[in-house]
């Protein structure tokens, strides 16, 4: 960021009254960043750029900060919205009721949100009766990382290689990539193919449900039957494709608030390493707001990766019909 764009944004935020000169700026350059970034964040709205055709192998969802410049939604978006009151950011990779498995990328600049492809195919999860797609808006909780080369305390196995997991189960239907505002209520911990796999269930903070969810234990008084379906739609969602039935840690049992959180802070302390360490494992961890990181890299830099990447496309690619086919399955019990 210039130092002239950096004084508009200190003065739109309102630090007129700092008196920061452009030479004072330019002087104290890295001090500054980080304290706009620290002041902003609270505040820090975000904006979308499709690129490629939905439904194709090339769509992918970048992200840009309330200055233009191109982000990575893993590792620029903060996880605390307001830590003291522990509200975080949810990055929504899958709205409800859908069915194409999209996440955030770990293998490319920048990080876009792509739909997942198994054997040169796109991924679409299947409709595993009663439900349809995905039955809460789902999404990952930036800055975490479920470390694969450390066994998880609390489950016995290592983590799965990927930001942590979200459920959303307010009543909106969220966008594809919307950064929603969450309270965390609990978690459940899914055991897939011997990795730990966390899904922390959370509310958006607008929800008219909000105020009165606190913890586990308040998602069957207002969602009766959710928590359950829950269980039941991970345990059988992978049968349709010949896999056997998911297994959970604690034999399915929700942890709560407090258990959840001290999980986020765990992975939040693995992402912490990540971004830091010389050899990040394939994971791409260019970013452009972590002092002191060997992956920063210049806001001209992300504008040019964002501009190599294909324009979007008017109109989404056609999908096979066995997308909206409806499996009956009987879980085991």
Known sequence: MSSIKLLHVLHYHGFARLAISPSRVVATGRAI?????????RNMSYTTVERGAFNSTDY??????????????????????????????MVVEIPRWTNAKMEICLKETLNPIKQDVKKGKLRFVANCFPHHGYIWNYGALPQTWENPDVLDEA???KG?????????????VAKRGEILKVKV???????????????????????PLADQMNDVSDIEKYCP??????????????????KPENQ??????????????????????HWQHLIQEADSGGIICSNVTVEDSPYKITTEAAEE?????????????????????????????
Request: aromatic share 10%; proline share 8%; net charge negative.
């Open 33 to 41: 960043r980080g304290y706009v970034f620290a002041k902003l964040c």
């Open 60 to 89: 992918r969802v970048f992200f840009k900060n309330e200055m233009g410049v191109p982000i990575s939604p893993m590792h620029d978006i903060p996880l605390y919205v307001d830590k003291e009151n522990k509200i975080l950011n």
């Open 155 to 157: 489950t016995g196995c």
């Open 160 to 172: 799965d290689n990927d930001p942590i997991d979200c459920l959303e189960i307010g009543y909106k």
């Open 185 to 207: 209520l609990g978690t459940v911990a899914l055991i897939d193919e011997g990795e730990t796999d966390w899904k922390i269930i959370v509310i958006d903070i607008n929800d």
């Open 225 to 242: 039957g959710l928590l359950k379906a829950t269980i039941e739609w991970f345990k059988i969602y992978k049968i349709p494709d010949g």
């Open 248 to 269: 959970f840690a604690f034999n399915g049992e929700p942890k709560s608030q407090e258990f959840a959180l001290s999980i986020i802070d765990e992975v939040h302390e």
């Open 305 to 333: 990766a964002l501009e190599k990447t294909p324009k979007p496309a008017p109109e989404p690619q056609p999908v096979e019909s066995i997308v909206d086919k409806c499996y009956f399955i009987q879980p085991k019990l």
